[in-house]
């Protein structure tokens, strides 16, 4: 029951955000919207895996720090790499690059994907989940074993602990 009424929750939370709104209506529609959609995701997918333990969501949700600093050291420095290979002399090669991924699920796989996006020198151009690769677009492909690398150690030491 915790956890249908933390969804819904955290569902109204959004809505009214979205919304920048608390007056009592908007909060009751919310509070439908949201009760509604899990309702009906819960009858959509009744063969959903079980809900992640309580001791093992707190260990997730104590890496989120990490996570979220980890994203932001990377968004910098990335950042600050491709300000200067546009402004300065560079011998950069742009490319594409291949990185093999685990096969953990969607779910994580998507996470990252999304956490590479958000740096400016590197874009996600594909994940295929079912050869194990990540395809990325990076700014200098002179030493492709390097990104592969950078990206596997971001991803042990900010994602893997919150999604594993």
Aim: proline share 11%.
């Amino acid at each position: 029951m915790l956890p249908v009424l933390l969804r819904v929750v955290a569902l109204t939370s959004v809505y009214l955000l979205a919304l920048t709104s608390l007056r009592p209506g908007d909060v009751l529609i919310g509070l439908l919207l949201s009760t509604l959609l899990v309702v009906v995701a819960g009858r959509v997918r009744p063969n959903a895996p079980p809900p992640t333990p309580p001791a093992a969501l707190g260990r997730r949700l104590a890496g989120v720090p990490a996570l979220v600093g980890g994203t932001l050291v990377d968004l910098a420095v990335g950042t600050w790499r491709t300000a200067v290979t546009l402004v300065g002399p560079s011998s950069a090669t742009p490319g594409l690059v291949e990185v093999p991924i685990p096969r953990t699920g969607p779910v994580p796989a998507a996470a990252w994907a999304v956490r590479v996006g958000f740096v400016p020198d590197s874009v996600v151009v594909e994940v295929d989940e079912e050869r194990g690769r990540m395809l990325l677009h990076v700014l200098d492909t002179r030493d492709p074993e390097a990104v592969a690398a950078a990206q596997h150690d971001s991803y042990r030491r900010r994602q893997r602990r919150v999604f594993p």
